[in-house]
T-cell receptor
Framework: GAVVSQHPSWVICKSGTSVKIECRSLDFQATTMFWYRQFPKQSLMLMATSNEGSKATYEQGVEKDKFLINHASLTLSTLTVTSAHPEDSSFYIC?????????????FGPGTRLTVL | GESVGLHLPTLSVQEGDNSIINCAYSNSASDYFIWYKQESGKGPQFIIDIRSNMDKRQGQRVTVLLNKTVKHLSLQIAATQPGDSAVYFCAENEGFQKLVFGTGTRLLVSP
């Protein structure tokens, strides 16, 4: 199997606070995890690529100081939205690629709905 | 590049019909393609994949066809069921770089 979990599944926070989202690969090791953002009725937008033991690679236009990514182990990556504002409200989804995989199949978590008041 | 769309194309079918969802991809160098299914409020679920050295691959009730000449990918679902209702995304990849997602197609299956 290839199960990816996310926690929390939803969060509501006040403007200016920070929110941490966890992404875990439950039954496989993942050297690479990805963080996406999805607005209603739109496709997935890659925010950053997270590599275990090294700094994340951010896509153009994504503020690395606002979206902090840590990939401390082969099964866990975290995304921290710092000083969240209402425009950060979105559906955040992580994915993981199996270590030593021969293809770039990414397995997705269930997503985290962030609402910033 | 990234795909952004405000209005998802919708395919409406009757239960039991066969469904065909199409996708045009942009990068002629892409060598790996995936179809994902996303239900409302959930993350994308892997359905089937295909490498560029193939033009057809079959799974359980699903078939993916790849036409590299016109950069076209399709997903065929046989005997569509209400549980197949979801948004379907194609994704392309070149050499382990990032996945690039299509705009998505909403499949509505009526009983």
């Amino acid at each position: 199997g290839a199960v990816v979990s996310q926690h929390p599944s939803w969060v509501i926070c006040k403007s200016g606070t920070s929110v941490k989202i966890e992404c875990r690969s439950l039954d496989f090791q993942a050297t690479t995890m990805f963080w996406y953002r999805q607005f209603p009725k739109q496709s997935l937008m890659l925010m950053a690529t997270s590599n275990e033991g090294s700094k994340a690679t951010y896509e153009q236009g994504v503020e690395k100081d606002k979206f902090l990514i840590n990939h401390a182990s082969l099964t866990l990556s975290t995304l921290t939205v710092t000083s969240a504002h209402p425009e950060d409200s979105s559906f955040y989804i992580c994915s993981a690629r199996k270590m030593l995989a021969s293809t770039d199949t990414q397995y997705f978590g269930p997503g985290t709905r962030l609402t910033v008041l | 590049g990234e795909s952004v769309g405000l209005h998802l194309p919708t395919l409406s079918v009757q239960e039991g019909d066969n469904s065909i969802i199409n996708c045009a991809y942009s990068n002629s160098a892409s060598d790996y393609f995936i179809w994902y299914k996303q239900e409302s409020g959930k993350g994308p679920q892997f359905i089937i994949d295909i490498r560029s050295n193939m033009d057809k691959r079959q799974g359980q009730r699903v078939t993916v066809l790849l036409n590299k000449t016109v950069k076209h990918l399709s997903l065929q679902i046989a005997a569509t069921q209400p549980g197949d209702s979801a948004v379907y995304f194609c994704a392309e990849n070149e050499g382990f770089q990032k996945l690039v997602f299509g705009t998505g197609t909403r499949l509505l299956v009526s009983p």
